[in-house]
């Protein structure tokens, strides 16, 4: 059986360890562990299911049980988009998912924290002090008519962002990656793919500027949870399942904050991250 994901690491994973091409070291800060795996190669793409491009997964422990930001997670997920960012130019921050539902609230939450600058003007550009962001939560398909990634690219047309950073929520397959992962690429993502619901792909291809792709997991495809157990699902309803924690509104508010605080922290290095946590309120 197929497994369904969207983090790459455990379609890597899936392998078994064969010799795929495909670049990979890991490294810990703390409690966090970084993997950064790089494909470069036709074999490496075919390998894995992916475009080329790097692919960074950061684990630690669950955004559940922390009530404050854990600051080692911060600063790997701040230091591994600066790695990925233009160092100068407006970057367009994209919440992606629908509010209403809680396990795919994850993009718009993370975009409700990022901290928009490009209405400021160039006073305070000039003096290095802030980097001009732009931030939008697009919605669904379902709640406008549009595609996400038509949305973004609408915009991304007007302002001319040097840099896209595209924030959703993602389907894992092991259990002890949901609510602890973040994954980092710099090759887009298709929104509802994890849950068999793929949509239109967002991407520098399609976008037409540099387009980072941040997620955490916040569910797990119900057949192939079972299927990991040792079991069989040949249930119709079941392979159309997911599977999220009951705990899944702690595990958004958590992972959110810990996200947007990232991100501003690697948008606008020239403030302390203390500063910048207090302008999040």
């Known amino acids: ?47 894995l299911g992916r475009p080329m491009g790097r692919y960074i997964t950061v684990e630690a422990p669950p955004f559940v ?34 509010t209403q539902i809680t396990p795919d609230s994850f993009g ?4 409700s924290g990022v901290l928009s600058t490009r209405h400021l003007g160039d006073e305070l550009s000039a003096l290095g002090q802030l980097r001009k962001v ?11 008519g549009m595609e996400t990634g038509e949305v973004i ?24 990656r949901l609510g602890r992962t973040v994954q980092i690429s710099d090759t ?15 991407s520098e291809r399609t976008i ?8 955490v997991p916040t569910v797990v495809d119900a057949c ?16 159309s399942m997911v599977v999220t924690p009951r705990e899944i509104d702690l595990l958004i508010a958590h992972a959110a904050k810990m996200t947007a605080h990232a991100i501003n922290c690697a948008l606008q290095s020239q403030i302390s991250a203390d500063d910048l946590l207090a302008l999040m309120g």
């Open 224 to 239: 192939t949870m079972v299927s990991d157990f040792g079991g069989e699902c040949d249930s119709q309803r079941a392979k």
């Open 65 to 98: 049980g922390e009530y404050e930001i854990n600051e080692n997670c911060r600063i790997a997920v701040q230091n591994e988009l600066q790695r990925l960012l233009p160092e100068n130019g407006t970057v367009l921050v994209c919440g992606i998912g629908n």
């Open 134 to 144: 732009a931030v939008i939560s697009p919605g669904v398909l379902g709640q406008t």
């Open 108 to 111: 718009p939450r993370v975009g």
């Open 208 to 215: 037409g500027v540099p387009t980072i792709a941040v997620g």
């Open 1 to 47: 059986m197929a497994i369904r994901t969207d983090l790459a690491i455990e379609l890597r994973e899936a392998k078994d360890g064969a010799d795929d091409g495909i670049l990979c070291e890991t490294l810990d800060i703390g409690e966090v562990k970084i993997t950064r795996m790089k494909v470069d190669s036709k074999r490496g793409e075919q390998s």
């Open 153 to 176: 690219r609408g915009v991304a047309d007007k302002i001319n962002p040097s840099a896209v950073i595209v924030v959703d929520a993602l389907a894992a397959r092991s259990l002890d």
């Open 188 to 202: 887009g993502l298709i929104p509802g793919s994890g849950v068999d619901n793929a949509r239109n792909e967002i």
